[in-house]
């Protein structure tokens, strides 16, 4: 026995915007009321010297703060594949002959 609706039956949902509009049936009224008078939006102005200058102090202070030593910047990826071993081996061990290998540099037989 299956519960809730079962399958097959159309579901109730609202219409979408491009169906209400295909069908003409309007959503919302578009005269003007004193709620939302019409107005008109400010055009654009260039930027005065007070705003240009700013702008230049802002990336200033980014440029420098860039070159801080506590600014943390993302670490490459490397090619090779990072092993957990890695992590624990001094240099001392002998793999620093083998580091300069690497999984693509390996030549395989064909």
Sequence with gaps: MSRGRGRGRGSKAPLSALQTELLGIAL????????????????????????????????????DMRNTPFYLKD??????????????????????????KTLRSIKTSE
């Design 28 to 63: 919302f009224s578009k005269k003007l009321t004193e709620d939302y008078p019409e107005f008109e939006l400010p055009t654009h102005q260039a930027p005065s010297e007070a705003e240009k200058e700013v702008v230049l102090l802002v990336d200033e202070l980014e440029r």
């Design 75 to 100: 670490q490459v990826m490397s090619y090779d594949i990072e092993r957990y071993s890695d992590r624990y081996l001094s240099a001392s061990t002998g793999r620093d002959a083998q580091s300069s």
